[in-house]
Every structure is written in C-alpha cells, then in structure tokens.
C-alpha cells in the first residue's frame, strides 16, 4: 500500500486480498518496527485475522510517521 494512502482506501483494497496476497504484502510492507511472523502463523490464522492484522499495522505505521 502506499504511505499516501486514506484509510478507506485501505480497507476497500484489503477486503479484497486473500491469504497469499496478505502474506506477500506483509512481506513487503516497509515499517518502522519489525514484522516477524513466521509461515506457521500466516497458516494458523483466519484471512479475515490477517486482513485485520494487516490495517492496524498500516495504521500503527502511518501515526510514526
């Protein structure tokens, strides 16, 4: 996502992501704190998790900057 991002725009484009796409943009996602997760942990949640899990660290992010 990109820094420049509203908040509804965010919601809207992570509604749409399923788990592999999550995963690949947890990965890349460039944040002022670690993202460590490990592949067991993307399995073991539901997507809805990782979607919610995915905008509170956008957010968390947004607030540092």
Do not use: C, G
Not at 42 to 53: A, G, P
């Amino acid at each position: 996502m990109p820094p420049t991002a509203t908040i509804d725009e965010v919601l809207t484009t992570v509604a749409t992501w399923d788990r592999q796409t999550l995963i690949q943009q947890f990965q890349s996602q460039q944040t002022r704190f670690p993202i460590d997760f490990t592949p067991d942990f993307y399995q073991n949640q539901s997507v809805e998790r990782l979607r919610h899990i995915y905008v509170a660290m956008f957010v968390q992010n947004q607030k540092q900057n």
